[in-house]
């Protein structure tokens, strides 16, 4: 179970800052605001259907499946050297790549529960910064950047994109957007969980968190 990234995102969807959820993983300029004391009390929350996105597609033809998609599968596809950061118990393993200004962020994380979560739970597309681009390995690869799926917006998409699509009414100025959707399916006892997250700037988004996850009876959510 992929509980640190998967605690990260649930309490960014329900509007709620988390506590370094991850242990201190915050090398996405984007996770590392997820840290920042109420930097997210204000997010306005969106209501998507069950299953309101399916596989991820990139430039490069791959799709990535968030939970069945392993992260070597990709480092095969693309090139570049896993890295990893441990803390405390939990490892966290990533791939990152850059193009055109900006960075792509494939993450897995492994704790010592479990030692079979090799697949990815977590896709974040942010600006790129160049200042650290070089120290986390994030090469240049125009194939690994997202493309603009047929069921989530994603990076350039327009508040009012936002609205139409989930049904909302987010204000215009907003800034943090969070939402989650949980779907059983019959009779497996298994709950898939998905998580999307929005920064905007003048209203188009310019950065998106994207995880999903897969949990149990025994874990199902209140």
């Known amino acids: 179970m992929k509980f640190a990234l998967f605690l990260l995102a649930l309490c960014a969807a329900a509007a709620v800052t ?3 959820a991850i242990s201190g993983f915050s090398y ?3 996770m590392a ?3 920042v004391e109420g930097s997210w009390d204000n997010a306005v929350e969106i209501t998507p259907e069950p299953g309101f996105f399916g596989a991820i597609k990139l430039a490069g033809g791959l799709n990535i ?3 069945r ?3 070597q599968d990709i480092a ?3 090139g570049n050297g896993i890295q990893t950061y441990q803390y405390a118990g939990y490892t966290t393993s990533w791939l990152c790549y850059t193009h055109a200004g900006r960075r792509i962020w494939f993450i897995v994380d492994l704790t010592y529960e479990t030692t ?3 697949n990815v739970a977590t896709i974040i597309d942010e600006p790129s910064d160049p200042a650290t681009d070089a120290i986390f390995l994030c090469g240049d690869e125009p194939r690994a950047m997202l493309v603009k799926p047929d069921t989530l917006p994603v990076v350039g998409a327009t508040r009012d994109e936002l609205n139409a699509r989930f049904k909302a009414q987010i204000p215009a100025g907003t800034t943090r957007v969070t939402g989650m959707s949980d779907a059983a399916t019959e009779g497996s006892g298994i709950y898939d ?3 999307v997250t929005y920064r905007l700037k003048d209203n188009v988004v310019d950065a998106v968190h994207i995880a999903e996850d897969y949990m149990t009876d025994d874990e199902e959510p209140e």
Do not use: Q
Request: aromatic share 8%; no cysteine; net charge negative.
């Open 33 to 35: 605001e997820f840290d």
């Open 116 to 118: 079979d979560d090799v």
């Open 193 to 195: 969980m998905k998580i």
């Open 28 to 30: 996405p300029t984007l």
């Open 69 to 71: 998609t392993a992260l």
């Open 18 to 20: 988390p506590a370094s």
């Open 76 to 78: 095969h596809a693309f």
């Open 65 to 67: 499946s968030l939970g």
